[in-house]
């Protein structure tokens, strides 16, 4: 299996500002994708992080609200850019292996944005 | 495009009784399927997956699902509920292994009388 540590684990934030959100593997992975799941709702993919090459973001998401990186192959960042309510979420990095054949997921990260 | 749905929202049941836990997907090709679960404030947690084969497929914590093509079903279930089990239930649905793409339902909740 896969660990993945995520920091913070939950945060509170002023409207306007911006937060990143830290992913890190136990071990090499080449599929990371971060997730937003909504208060009561269901899981949501925001991007596909990319090692070496641009994040690849789902519709409705755009790099400028959502920048990530991807440096190597056991560590990422998401970050939620110019906050707003809205973005009170969990937000969740994910990482698969073909061996293992599933996703592995982090404990996610709770943002309040007031 | 392929889709998930839980019928259910919430289910309450008490301890020790049967559970099942129903999904249903529509995908144009053989999928691959999922059951996770996400206990509160945690990530989320593989309970078990169906690729091929055997359409019975038994998980983690005492759950199995069955694989029904005819009614392109995957419904959870375990004979003995325990307090434990209490949490947010998730089917999901992919075109293969490697977490690209993957659909999640809405999510059931499950409560647990005592």
């Known amino acids: 299996s896969a660990v993945i540590s995520q920091k913070p684990s939950r945060d509170i934030c002023q409207r306007g500002t911006s937060l990143t959100i830290q992913c890190q593997v136990d071990?090499?992975?080449?599929?990371m994708f971060w997730y937003r799941q909504q208060p009561g709702q269901s899981l949501t993919l925001i991007a596909t992080?990319?090692?070496?090459?641009?994040?690849?973001?789902e519709s409705g998401f755009v790099i400028d609200k959502f920048p990530i990186s991807r440096p190597n192959l056991t560590f990422s960042t998401l970050t939620v850019s110019n906050m707003s309510p809205e973005d009170s979420s969990i937000y969740l990095c994910?990482?698969?292996?073909?061996?293992?054949?599933?996703?592995?997921f982090g404990e996610g990260s709770r943002l309040t944005v007031l | 495009a392929q889709s998930v749905t839980q019928p259910d929202i919430h289910i309450t049941v008490s301890e020790g009784a049967s559970l099942e836990l129903r999904c249903n997907y529509s995908?144009?090709?053989?999928?691959?399927l999922f059951w996770y679960v996400q206990s509160p404030g945690q990530g989320l947690q593989l309970l078990l997956k169906y690729f091929s084969g055997d359409t019975l497929v038994q998980g983690i914590k005492g759950f199995e699902a069955e694989f029904k093509r005819s009614q392109s079903s995957f419904n959870l279930r375990k004979p003995s509920v325990h307090w434990s089990d209490a949490a947010e239930y998730f089917c999901a649905v992919g075109p293969d292994n490697y977490g690209q793409n993957f659909v999640f339902g809405p999510g059931t909740r499950l409560s647990v009388l005592p």
């Open positions: 071990s090499q992975v080449t599929m």
């Open positions: 992080a990319n090692q070496g090459s641009e994040a690849t973001y």
């Open positions: 994910s990482v698969s292996r073909a061996m293992d054949g599933e996703l592995f």
């Open positions: 995908y144009g090709a053989t999928p691959y």
